[in-house]
Nanobody
């Protein structure tokens, strides 16, 4: 079972950038598809970006062209580069993992807060 730890959240002004990192440990990182999700106060958790080996990354419409998901298997880390941030991007961001043979994301990090001020 992989364990996930996010970092990189913080407070940023609208139009700014942040890069979130998610470090994985405890299992073979390259066996997992990875994703980023977020949950704003009073709202349901939503998918932000996912990536699966051999396929084009998938993004929520609200972040397309602004966010980029990437991974470094040598560092067991997945990243979320967030540019042109908007106040509506404010949320707790979660990293998640699933085995390629499984449809659901079953392993989650503890989350990191991103706050975008106007």
């Amino acid at each position: 079972q992989v364990q996930l730890v996010e970092s990189g959240g913080g407070l940023v002004q609208a139009g700014g950038s942040l890069r979130l990192s998610c470090a994985a440990s405890g299992s073979t990182f390259s066996s997992y598809a990875m994703g980023w999700f977020r949950q704003a106060p009073g709202k349901q958790r939503e998918m932000v970006a996912t990536e699966t080996r051999g396929y084009t990354p998938h993004y929520a419409d609200s972040v397309k062209g602004r966010f980029t998901i990437s991974r470094d298997n040598t560092k067991n880390t997945v990243y979320l580069q967030m540019n042109s941030l908007k106040p509506e991007d404010t949320a707790v961001y979660y990293c998640a993992a699933r085995l390629f043979s499984v449809a659901e994301f079953r392993t989650w990090g503890q989350g990191t807060q991103v706050t975008v001020s106007s």
